[in-house]
């Protein structure tokens, strides 16, 4: 008999008709704004209850028996351009970090001048919103430091880091805001496992704002703008990723 | 008018579930198939499972999914099984090739999309948590959890149980007023969702998150780092998937048709039994 056989093909063929159907129902309706917007939406609940629930808590720190036997460089692997190839050929001696924006004081710091700030040493997670995790141990100055030197005016709002790779054709940037800025584990890492950051981890200094996911840590900093808006900033939704792919700014979940 | 539970006979049409109970299964059901596309579209960004807290490519992966050139393949452990055309390598509806873990067909959205597979995932992880959570508190409030999902000390004894078991394998359900009441075997599937792979599926997801790992540790801990909650998160998953399976099929076993009427208007047939033995019938005359 084929009928039963027939029956189950046809079964079979409606299943997955409905099935693409459904799909294709589910990505147009992403499509829509109103819908798109209301799921993203989801980001400022993320927020908000994190910070509600978590206040100033400091992310779990590790042993240095915990340390991944090989962190993975992730991203860019080498800064652009050649002023970026002579300081590293330099080892960093003349470079300086740029703080500007909407400080009283703009700042040029050199790289010897962060590192004579005083120094916080933390052994951190790493977590990449593509679901791996290394761990490993970063030193540098607190960016509240920094930008407690520089003088941050009262009505700046968020921290840009420009970076000195480009991506995909384009510059990286992030941004966090002075919740984070002023978090006591946020710092300008310059070293990473006891050695001067490499040039594949974002030498000569990455962001840690270690309650955040991988994007959020900024590699290869070059220059500090404090702003009142993301607005005006490359895409305006305040970081490489979040731009180009529509990943979420507030990146703690 | 519906007949009063006690008394049903097969052939009666009664009430079945409350509206709590069929609003929240609904939901769930939408939410529950959008959270594992979702999330298969997440799991495809990083295709690979580790214990522990940390993993990434260097690392020791106990499960993996890829391919070897045209080859897909999943390996669990030292076990690698061929999965060319469906995982790790397979022909999207345009015939391309693509070589993520999970189908295009299987996942959402369709074409790989990290960012856009976070913001489905995310938003309804709102809606299952305080689904949940809300179903809980109402069904404790009406007794339905004491009444229907608690099981009594004569369900827990194995004869009982061994004897749901063979009942089931022989596909005999139970009829007239006893089909209104859950036997052990169903409490005990309900039970496990409720109280433990759902909760366990919210768990697992807030110990991956960055944010809560600093103000809430013990959830990540617990499981033994942040790799081995995304491990669990993963299976829990499947073991809802294999929940729904079981699910369906008891369905479509007991009388679709019946079975989807009473978890929409909350009416329900009851099944009547086979036709009594003639003495019997002689017997309890008047």
Redesign the interface.
């Given at each position: 008999m084929s009928l039963p056989i027939l029956s189950r093909r046809a079964l079979i063929r409606t299943g997955?008709l409905g099935?693409?159907l459904l799909?294709?129902g589910?990505?147009k309706l992403?499509r829509q704004p109103a819908f798109?917007d209301?799921?993203?939406?989801?980001?400022n609940?993320?927020r908000v209850s994190?910070r509600a629930?978590?206040?100033q808590?400091?992310?779990?720190e590790?042993a240095a028996s915990?340390v991944?036997?090989?962190?993975?460089a992730n991203g860019s692997r080498e800064g652009a351009g050649a002023d970026y190839k002579r300081h590293l050929a330099q080892g960093f001696a003349n470079w300086a970090l740029q703080v500007d924006g909407l400080v009283e004081r703009p700042l040029a710091i050199p790289l010897a001048a962060l590192k004579s700030l005083p120094q916080r040493i933390q052994i951190t997670?790493h977590?990449?919103?593509?679901?791996?995790?290394?761990?490993g141990q970063w030193q540098g100055p607190l960016l509240g430091q920094v930008l407690d030197v520089a003088r941050v005016r009262p009505e700046a709002r968020y921290v840009v880091f420009h970076c000195a790779d480009i991506y995909g054709g384009a510059p990286y940037y992030e941004s966090i805001d002075m919740i984070d800025a002023h978090h006591p584990q946020t710092i300008l890492a310059w070293a990473m496992n006891g050695r001067p950051l490499e040039e594949a981890h974002g030498a000569p200094i990455r962001l840690r704002v270690?309650?955040?996911?991988g994007y959020k840590h900024a590699k290869f900093v070059n220059r500090i703008e404090v702003r009142q808006t993301l607005a005006g900033v490359y895409g305006g939704k305040g970081g490489y990723?979040e731009d180009r792919?529509?990943?979420?700014w507030y990146a703690?979940? | 008018m519906s007949t009063p539970e006690a008394a049903a006979v097969g052939g009666d049409l009664v009430k079945r579930h409350r509206l709590s109970t069929r609003l929240w299964h609904w939901l769930n059901a939408v939410t529950l198939l959008v959270m594992l596309m979702s999330g298969l579209m997440i799991f495809n960004a990083h295709p690979r499972l580790y214990w522990g807290e940390y993993g990434a490519n260097f690392d020791h992966a106990w499960l993996e999914i890829g391919h070897h050139g045209p080859h897909g393949y999943l390996r669990i452990g030292t076990l690698t099984l061929p999965t060319t055309g469906v995982l790790g390598i397979w022909t999207d509806a345009q015939g391309r090739t693509d070589v993520h873990a999970f189908p295009g067909w299987a996942t959402l959205p369709t074409a790989y999309s990290l960012a856009d597979g976070r913001v489905w995932h995310l938003a309804f992880a709102w809606v299952l948590a305080l689904g949940l959570l809300c179903y809980l508190l109402w069904s404790l409030a009406n007794g339905h959890l004491r009444r229907d999902i608690h099981i009594t000390r004569a369900e827990w004894r194995p004869t009982h149980i061994w004897h749901d078991v063979k009942e089931h394998a022989r596909l005999r359900f139970p009829t007239g007023a006893a089909a209104l009441r859950y036997n052990v075997l169903q409490k005990l599937a309900y039970a496990a969702v409720l109280f433990l792979l759902l909760p366990l599926m919210i768990l697992t997801g807030l110990a991956m998150s960055p944010g809560t790992d600093a103000w809430a540790p013990l959830a990540t801990e617990v499981f033994g780092g942040r790799q081995s909650a995304r491990s669990v998160h993963f299976l829990c998953a499947w073991a809802l998937v294999g929940f729904f399976a079981v699910h369906i099929a008891m369905v479509l076993l007991a009388g679709p048709i019946n079975e989807v009427r009473a978890m929409i208007t909350g009416r329900y047939r009851v099944p009547p039994g086979p036709p009594e033995p003639l003495e019997s019938i002689g017997e309890s005359a008047p």
């Amino acid at each position: 008999m084929s009928l039963p056989i027939l029956s189950r093909r046809a079964l079979i063929r409606t299943g997955a008709l409905g099935g693409g159907l459904l799909l294709s129902g589910c990505d147009k309706l992403y499509r829509q704004p109103a819908f798109h917007d209301l799921l993203a939406s989801g980001e400022n609940l993320h927020r908000v209850s994190q910070r509600a629930l978590g206040g100033q808590a400091l992310a779990r720190e590790f042993a240095a028996s915990e340390v991944s036997p090989q962190f993975r460089a992730n991203g860019s692997r080498e800064g652009a351009g050649a002023d970026y190839k002579r300081h590293l050929a330099q080892g960093f001696a003349n470079w300086a970090l740029q703080v500007d924006g909407l400080v009283e004081r703009p700042l040029a710091i050199p790289l010897a001048a962060l590192k004579s700030l005083p120094q916080r040493i933390q052994i951190t997670r790493h977590d990449c919103v593509e679901g791996w995790s290394a761990i490993g141990q970063w030193q540098g100055p607190l960016l509240g430091q920094v930008l407690d030197v520089a003088r941050v005016r009262p009505e700046a709002r968020y921290v840009v880091f420009h970076c000195a790779d480009i991506y995909g054709g384009a510059p990286y940037y992030e941004s966090i805001d002075m919740i984070d800025a002023h978090h006591p584990q946020t710092i300008l890492a310059w070293a990473m496992n006891g050695r001067p950051l490499e040039e594949a981890h974002g030498a000569p200094i990455r962001l840690r704002v270690e309650r955040q996911l991988g994007y959020k840590h900024a590699k290869f900093v070059n220059r500090i703008e404090v702003r009142q808006t993301l607005a005006g900033v490359y895409g305006g939704k305040g970081g490489y990723w979040e731009d180009r792919s529509g990943y979420a700014w507030y990146a703690g979940i | 008018m519906s007949t009063p539970e006690a008394a049903a006979v097969g052939g009666d049409l009664v009430k079945r579930h409350r509206l709590s109970t069929r609003l929240w299964h609904w939901l769930n059901a939408v939410t529950l198939l959008v959270m594992l596309m979702s999330g298969l579209m997440i799991f495809n960004a990083h295709p690979r499972l580790y214990w522990g807290e940390y993993g990434a490519n260097f690392d020791h992966a106990w499960l993996e999914i890829g391919h070897h050139g045209p080859h897909g393949y999943l390996r669990i452990g030292t076990l690698t099984l061929p999965t060319t055309g469906v995982l790790g390598i397979w022909t999207d509806a345009q015939g391309r090739t693509d070589v993520h873990a999970f189908p295009g067909w299987a996942t959402l959205p369709t074409a790989y999309s990290l960012a856009d597979g976070r913001v489905w995932h995310l938003a309804f992880a709102w809606v299952l948590a305080l689904g949940l959570l809300c179903y809980l508190l109402w069904s404790l409030a009406n007794g339905h959890l004491r009444r229907d999902i608690h099981i009594t000390r004569a369900e827990w004894r194995p004869t009982h149980i061994w004897h749901d078991v063979k009942e089931h394998a022989r596909l005999r359900f139970p009829t007239g007023a006893a089909a209104l009441r859950y036997n052990v075997l169903q409490k005990l599937a309900y039970a496990a969702v409720l109280f433990l792979l759902l909760p366990l599926m919210i768990l697992t997801g807030l110990a991956m998150s960055p944010g809560t790992d600093a103000w809430a540790p013990l959830a990540t801990e617990v499981f033994g780092g942040r790799q081995s909650a995304r491990s669990v998160h993963f299976l829990c998953a499947w073991a809802l998937v294999g929940f729904f399976a079981v699910h369906i099929a008891m369905v479509l076993l007991a009388g679709p048709i019946n079975e989807v009427r009473a978890m929409i208007t909350g009416r329900y047939r009851v099944p009547p039994g086979p036709p009594e033995p003639l003495e019997s019938i002689g017997e309890s005359a008047p």
